[in-house]
């Protein structure tokens, strides 16, 4: 089945660029995912990616992916405080969503 | 519209004994699952249903029952609790097709001494 990872923790200053990364084993996921949780809520959905597409972007948000390496990539620019929260990226495994750890993304004023 | 609705938010158990986290979605959706949020290891998939009648395992099924005799209840029951249960379990449902994206309830907070 699929197998999704990511790396745990990611630190930056306030109006920088954020960059999480994510990889993913199944290469017939036909989409990929990017949710976000706030302390002490569910999570929500931030964008998604069509396996046939390169990149996305939506206002500071943009979607990266590599098919041929199976890597997927969020990067949110002009970072802000209130953008402090865990990042999960997630894969379309035969109708059901697989998710990594999960990146908490610290912004620091 | 409430969306999906988890209840009990918290909860504290003692081991071996058994409970049912409740699941409500209101928008018709086909699709309902459970998954625990543990620290390091993300959201894992613990049981998922496509439709009244049928269900089917994730990745961590073992100690966890479901049953869906509806199209908008999905319980989840603990047969016997066990600490390593301890987590933060999410019910989640979708529409089919189009974009599969997941609406997630608040989450229960489920403590095992």
């Known amino acids: 089945g699929e197998d999704v990872e990511q790396s745990l923790f990611l630190s930056v200053r306030e109006g920088d660029s954020s960059v999480i990364n994510c990889t993913y084993t ?5 989409y990929l995912y990017w949710y976000k949780q706030e302390p002490g809520a569910g999570l929500q959905l931030l964008t998604y990616i069509f396996s046939n597409m390169d990149m ?18 969020l990067r949110i620019a002009d970072t802000q ?29 | 519209n ?7 938010k918290f909860q504290v158990l003692k081991t071996g004994q058994s409970m049912t986290l409740q699941c409500a979605q209101d928008m018709n959706h086909e699709y ?10 993300g959201l894992r998939l613990i049981h998922y249903s496509v439709g009244a009648g049928i269900t089917d395992q994730g990745e961590v099924p073992n100690g966890y029952n479901v049953s869906r005799s509806t199209t908008e209840d999905f ?6 609790a066990a600490p390593s249960q301890t987590s933060v379990y999410f019910c989640a449902s979708k529409r089919d097709g189009d974009t599969g ?9 489920l403590t095992v001494l």
Request: proline share 5%.
């Open chain 1, 56 to 73: 996305k972007q939506d206002q500071r948000l943009t979607v990266l992916l590599n098919k041929k390496d199976k890597h997927l990539s």
């Open chain 1, 26 to 30: 199944d290469s017939s996921s036909t």
């Open chain 2, 75 to 80: 319980p989840l029951r603990l047969l016997s």
């Open chain 2, 2 to 8: 409430a969306g999906v609705t988890q209840t009990p």
């Open chain 2, 32 to 41: 309902m699952s459970w998954y625990r949020q543990d620290p390091g290891m």
């Open chain 1, 81 to 109: 405080t209130g953008d402090s929260a865990i990042y999960f990226c997630a894969a379309r495994d035969t109708g059901k969503l697989i998710f990594g750890q999960g990146t908490t993304l610290q912004v620091k004023p």
């Open chain 2, 101 to 109: 994206e997941l609406f997630f309830g608040e989450g229960s907070r």
